[in-house]
């Protein structure tokens, strides 16, 4: 414990410098608006940013303070779009929109805003307190998970998810499907083979998730608004200056504290990120709340819960990289290849070689997550007014910001056919009445279940049993029982 | 076609002592990929080590598509004869090459100018694992290779299964017999072989230095030549093991095919008046790279070489029929 305390001393020494605390505060902003960008995600911030950190030759340290503040400030802004345009700022974000934009559309976007910042900055901070306290024990528990454990983890993911099954399971699992198919383009993991690829050496590394969301969110609403404009079906939005009351925080307590726990563990495996949390947490609380809840039309509940996950789960992603020099996820191994720019071997050994890299990073992230909610609240009132800007300029600046965004990222120009492919694609489905979440989420648990699976079983040699081996599997597929059935029973109790 | 740019380190640049020379007025290294990767890298390596040779800095720009195969192409379509660019790419790269992964090209589609560095293939075990040998690995793998669980970064007929396949081949076995785990790169593969899902990693030599001096993992073999630099120069090389087996993973640069010989040779002598310093070395280093400077019809030989290993052993396996 006071080897914990005398690190955070040394942490705290570094990231109160006058300089590194400005580096924290710059990078919490510029993080909120890439975040923000529908298009730009984490990922490609922290690239864009890492050349012009490196050639303004600061110190490591700030370095990485800078980059890391931009993460999880990212996740952070994600939620901005999501809740006002229904389109996901980043891929930690698509869950939001499922009702953060309800409830901008009822005139309460400003209380959609503010409880979602609450919710983030809880989320950050939990994981963080987790980090530091628990950071080098999880790091064994991480490694420890195996190929057969993220199959368990999927199945979890499922279950939680047929939460989602709305009115309609066949549309529900005809979408899903649909995008456990979008996941097998590409060169096969496993064998080398290309599939569905159809001689486009574009299409060799699979479509990007990116590509996925802005395509099928951001281009589906884009279409979907210009059509209402056209027949006249459009209605204004009224002025609104509603705003996160006490008792919102009360109320969503449990789901708070949940899904903070829920999104850092799934944060601290290496291989899932905010994507993952925020959809298991989402499908959980609304298998929680049951018949109580208004999920899908502006739960607060529904709010809550992928944001903390999301900002728990950046935090988590750093226990691993931090301790044993593995990324938990995308954006942490570009962090890590920062680290290697700057003469520093990340590795297990970083902790007692470069105390003042990693404490200094833990101890910027407490900072980061109250400066991101200093900056976020007030500027909830601002955002909140964007809706009220007539639609015929707010469509066209959609359309601009993910163009520019797609393009000046990925950098290929098939990617923006790609997207008005999938935007037409998925507009027609919301035309059809399919909700589009089930679609992305059998995109990313898909692959994820499919690789691991055929992992598990070149580790076992074909033998199935290795699916129930370990308690942590046994443990999830309990869980995911749970989950399906533990509904089904309170709503026949109650009817009873 | 200009994409993502970076400008560059204006320390590196006061830095200038040879004038440019050529038609080189504005060098650009073309990295094929995402921000980010071991292509951004590469470039990063032209951009600050040759920043002495031109008096602007080398432009890093980003052409992602197809694992490189969008690059290939344009370089073999429009700009085929680009004097400024030089495009970045890897052993990997000459793998899809050859597989057909960038369509009709070969590796007779470009000029190969001058390697970044390199790095080798190790075969790693935990630190608690019984195999203290490569021998020890070689025999368990000889008696039944459906028993040993090899895993690496990349998928079956990738650059990093190639590692293990090769392991393997030198043992007269059957690389489609062995029990091979393939991840998402590395840092997975070494998160599994650390958790026990996998026996044997078959990785890169850059990436095992901090897990030596952790201790957490153990190094048997290298798969170069001559041993590397310290702090591996502890680890034997596979040859002084008795096994014939060597995997050089190159980092480098090519340009256009109808690239004029004045500007080739431009860029080559870039190149090599850069290897002849100290600080090259240096960022090497800082790259991750161990240094191997390969340029010209040197390097045209050894890609031509590595292709017909990779050739023969793709045919076997039936990655190309």
């Given at each position: 414990?006071?080897?914990?305390l005398?690190?955070l ?13 400005m ?12 975040g923000a960008l ?20 600061l110190?490591p ?10 993460y ?6 994600g ?10 700022g980043?891929a ?27 919710a ?16 080098p ?7 420890a ?11 979890f ?10 009115a ?9 499907s ?17 599939r ?14 990116l ?7 951001g ?7 210009v ?11 009224p ?9 919102d ?10 899904s ?18 925020s959809?298991?947490?989402?499908g959980?609380?609304k298998?929680i ?7 899908g ?11 903390a996950?999301?900002n728990?789960?950046?935090?988590g ?11 938990g ?6 962090l890590?290849?920062?680290?290697l ?9 970083l ?9 200094g990073l833990?101890?910027?992230?407490y900072?980061g997550?109250?400066a991101?909610?200093?900056?976020n ?8 007014r ?8 707010l469509?066209?600046?959609i ?8 393009y ?8 923006l ?15 059809l009445?399919?909700s ?14 499919e690789?691991n ?7 076992s040699g074909?033998?199935?049993?290795i699916?129930?081996?370990?308690w ?16 089904l029973?309170l ?6 | ?11 590196v640049?006061?830095?200038?002592a ?13 990295a094929?990929a ?15 080590g040759?920043?002495?040779q ?28 680009d004097?400024?660019a030089i495009v970045?790419?890897?052993?990997g ?7 057909g ?21 190790v ?7 019984p ?7 070689m ?17 079956v ?28 790169g ?6 599994g ?9 078959t990785?890169?030599a ?6 030596i001096?952790?201790?957490?993992l ?18 034997p090389?596979?040859k002084e093991?008795?096994?014939d087996?060597?995997w ?12 004029s010989d004045a500007d ?11 290897y ?7 960022t090497?280093r ?7 400077d ?23 396996i039936g990655?190309?029929?």
């Open positions: 414990m006071s080897e914990v005398n690190g001393a040394t942490g705290f020494g570094v990231a109160l410098s006058p300089f590194n605390l580096l924290v505060a710059f990078g919490c902003f510029a993080g909120t608006l890439i529908p298009g730009i995600g984490p990922i490609n911030g922290v690239a864009i940013l890492l050349p012009i950190a490196y050639g303004l030759g110190p340290e700030s370095a990485l303070i800078l980059l890391a503040g931009i999880y400030g990212a996740e952070f802004g939620r901005i779009s999501s809740i006002l345009l229904n389109v996901p980043d930690g974000a698509v869950m939001t929109t499922l009702d953060g934009n309800p409830m901008a559309r009822k005139g309460e976007a400003g209380r959609a805003l503010s409880i979602s910042a609450i983030s900055f809880i989320g950050g901070t939990v994981a963080v307190v987790l980090m530091t306290l628990f950071g024990l999880l790091s064994k528990f991480a490694v998970f195996s190929p057969s454990d993220y199959v368990a983890l999927m199945v993911a499922f279950a939680s998810l047929a939460s989602l099954v709305g309609n399971p066949v549309k529900t699992l005809v979408g899903a649909m995008g456990l198919m979008l996941a097998t383009i590409g060169v096969d993991a496993n064998t080398g083979v290309t569905y690829t159809f001689g486009v050496p574009d299409l060799l590394a699979g479509i990007d998730f590509i996925v969301v802005i395509g099928l969110f281009m589906a609403e884009l279409f979907h608004l059509e209402q404009q056209a027949t006249g079906k459009l209605k204004t939005l002025i609104d200056s509603s705003f996160v009351k006490w008792a925080i009360v109320f969503g307590r449990w789901t708070l504290i949940r903070s726990l829920i999104g850092f563990v799934i944060g601290v495996l290496p291989g899932t990120g905010a994507s993952v949390a959809a298991v947490t989402y959980t609380e298998r709340a049951g018949k109580s809840g208004t999920f039309e502006g739960d607060v509940r529904g709010l809550m819960a992928p944001e996950a999301n728990a789960s950046a935090a992603a750093m226990v691993p990289m931090l301790t044993l020099g593995i990324p996820s995308g954006t942490t191994a570009i890590l290849g920062a680290l720019m700057f003469n520093i071997q990340p590795g297990p050994l902790f007692t070689q470069h105390p003042e890299i990693a404490w833990i101890a910027s992230m900072i997550n109250i991101l909610l200093i900056i609240l007030p500027l909830v009132g601002l955002f909140a964007m809706l009220t800007l007539p639609q015929h300029y469509t066209p600046l359309a601009i910001l993910a163009f520019i965004g797609i000046s990222i990925v950098g290929n120009p098939f990617d056919f790609m997207i008005i492919g999938l935007g037409i694609f998925g507009w027609i489905l919301r035309k009445d399919f589009l979440a089930p679609v992305i989420l059998g995109f990313v648990l898909g692959s994820l279940f690789n699976l055929r992992r598990a079983l070149s580790i074909g033998d199935w049993g699916l129930v081996q370990s942590q599997s046994l443990f999830l597929y309990g869980l995911a029982v749970l989950v399906v059935i533990v509904p029973i709503s026949r109790r109650r009817r009873a | 076609m200009k994409f993502v740019r970076t400008t560059v380190l204006g320390a640049m006061a830095a200038c040879f004038p440019a020379l050529a038609e080189i007025n504005r060098p650009e290294c073309i094929p995402q921000p980010g990767g071991g292509f951004d890298l590469t470039c990063r390596v032209a951009q600050q040759l920043a002495p031109f008096d602007r800095p080398v432009e890093v720009t980003f052409m992602p598509g197809g694992i490189g195969a969008v690059a290939f192409n344009m370089f073999n379509s429009t700009r085929t004869d004097p400024n970045a790419f890897s052993s790269s000459l793998l899809n090459l050859i597989t992964k960038y369509g009709k090209w070969t590796e007779n589609d470009a000029r190969w100018l001058a390697t970044a560095g390199a790095d080798y293939g075969v790693a075990v935990r630190a608690d694992s195999y203290h040998s490569l021998e020890e690995v025999a368990a793998l000889k008696a039944d290779p459906s028993k040993v669980v090899v895993g690496a970064g990349g998928s007929g990738s650059q990093d299964w190639m590692k293990a396949a090769l392991l393997l081949k030198a043992i007269d076995g059957d690389p489609r017999r062995m029990r091979y785990v393939a991840f998402d590395g840092g997975d593969a070494i998160a072989l650390l958790g026990g899902s996998i026996q044997i990693y990785g890169d850059g990436e095992m230095v901090p897990h001096d952790a201790g957490d153990r190094v048997l073999a290298v798969m170069s030549d001559e041993r590397l630099e310290a702090p591996m120069d502890v680890i090389t596979a093991q008795g096994y087996v060597s050089t993973i190159l980092r480098g640069f090519y340009m256009g095919k109808e690239t080739y040779q431009a860029w080559l002598d870039a190149f090599r008046t850069a002849d310093t100290p600080e090259f070395a240096e090497q800082s790259h991750g790279l161990m240094p191997l390969v340029s010209g019809d040197e390097l045209k030989a050894m890609v031509a070489e590595q292709s017909a290993t990779l050739r023969s052993l793709a045919t076997e990655l190309i029929q």
